[in-house]
């Protein structure tokens, strides 16, 4: 079993985590590479007693990637097995960590991965598309969420939203948000949206700040094509985000388009902790 381990370096300080990890696995029989998921700082000093391989080129050959930080690291890591369909395991060095497995408290756990006592379980995601004078424009692939959203100047946007090209609601506000159920406990969660089993497959759609009473949230089946259409941004901005990445500026009657995507991804389980467990631990009571 070839496993690779990434850590984000600015959580993981001085890698010790991974460091861990990489001895309770390698004494279970199970071939490892340390891998960063992205380049870090000049200015980060890395132990010097520790190998670093290239990510790219080991995930090929890989069967698990194991990534250490918060849940942003673990939405980095989606973008990187993608193409490979490897299955990924948490282990949470954030503050929340609802997409991990694990607490840097159980790396012990990991040896159950050399005996295959662990499941995989499948999270959908979505496939976004800006489409401007009949052209696509912009693509991109998200595990939690896609955020159109104002730019910083305090004006509100005129927003309409869409399900199979018939319109669901327009409003002014500061934007929307369009998440899997995966990441119904994020931003979606914040803005006043449902919780719902991440298991789920459903497409929700969360109005951000909406100056109008007939603005909802929504949970649409997985197979509906949702569109979101921002107009009159003459003086104003708005721009999209895919799982928190780079902002793509849209222009004046941009649609965004969002649908379920072909592809998924695979979280390692290796503990039998309920989602119900997992609110009340990361939020309190519910």
Request: proline residues 4%; positive net charge.
């Amino acid at each position: 079993m070839k496993v690779v381990l990434s850590p984000n370096p600015y959580r993981d300080k001085g890698l010790r985590a991974v460091q861990t990890a990489d001895k309770i696995l390698k004494d279970s029989g199970v071939e490892t590479s340390i891998c960063l998921p992205f380049r870090p700082d000049e200015t980060l000093a890395l132990p010097s007693n520790v190998t670093i391989k290239d990510i790219h080129t080991e995930i090929r050959r890989a069967d698990l990637l194991i990534c250490f930080g918060g849940d942003g690291t673990i939405l980095h890591s989606a973008r990187l097995v993608r193409p490979y369909n490897i299955p990924i395991l948490g282990v949470n060095l954030g503050s929340v960590g609802f997409m991990a497995e694990l607490e840097c408290s159980e790396l012990s756990m990991l040896s159950r991965l050399a005996e295959k006592k662990y499941t995989c379980e499948k999270r959908m995601m979505l496939d976004v598309r800006v489409m401007r004078g009949g052209r696509s424009i912009f693509r991109d692939t998200a595990l939690n969420d896609v955020v159109v959203t104002k730019g910083a100047v305090a004006r509100e946007i005129d927003v309409t939203v869409t399900a199979d090209h018939v319109k669901m609601v327009g409003f002014s506000g500061d934007g929307v948000i369009v998440c899997t159920p995966t990441g119904s406990t994020a931003y979606s969660m914040s803005a006043g949206g449902p919780i719902v089993e991440p298991t789920a497959e459903n497409i929700i759609v969360t109005p951000i700040c909406a100056h109008d009473l007939k603005a909802r949230c929504c949970v649409l089946g997985k197979e509906r094509v949702i569109g979101v259409t921002v107009s009159h941004l003459a003086r104003k901005s708005a721009y999209l985000s895919a799982d928190g990445g780079r902002a793509f500026r849209l222009s004046s009657d941009d649609t965004v388009e969002l649908r379920m995507s072909n592809q998924s991804v695979r979280l390692v389980r290796l503990t039998d902790r309920s989602f119900y467990e997992i609110l009340n631990e990361k939020l309190g009571k519910v």
